[in-house]
């Protein structure tokens, strides 16, 4: 019928599993990402979970004419910080569950 020491054995490495992506979710959340754009007059540093950590801006951006370029580059460099802090994560998550890179996004192990 049922073998219940092969559910024993599946809830166990589900577990390893379980505590090794935890362990991933807090190196991701230790790790910055810095992203630059216009040639470094914006920075956006996010972690590994992709929150914001800091946004840095030249000064000269802060003259109302800039307004609509400062706008631009804060939008450009977050999107960035995200995507980058994304690719960072899956491939955390793809080493702690021992999953290729595209079946780490699987699941809701994050």
């Known amino acids: 019928m049922f073998n219940f020491g092969n559910l024993a054995e599946l809830m166990k490495q589900f577990q390893t599993i379980r505590e090794n992506v935890d362990k991933a979710k807090e190196e991701l959340k230790r790790e910055n990402i810095v992203v630059e754009v216009g ?36 939008v450009s460099a977050v999107n960035e910080a995200f995507e980058r802090s ?18 780490s996004k699987f699941g809701g192990l994050f």
């Open 39 to 74: 040639g470094g007059m914006v920075k956006v540093t996010v972690n590994g979970m992709g929150e914001i950590l800091d946004i840095e801006i030249d000064k000269s951006l802060l003259k109302e004419e800039e307004y609509q370029v400062l706008k631009e580059l804060i």
């Open 86 to 103: 994304k690719e960072v994560m899956t491939q955390k998550i793809s080493e702690a569950t021992g999953l290729p890179v595209n079946m």
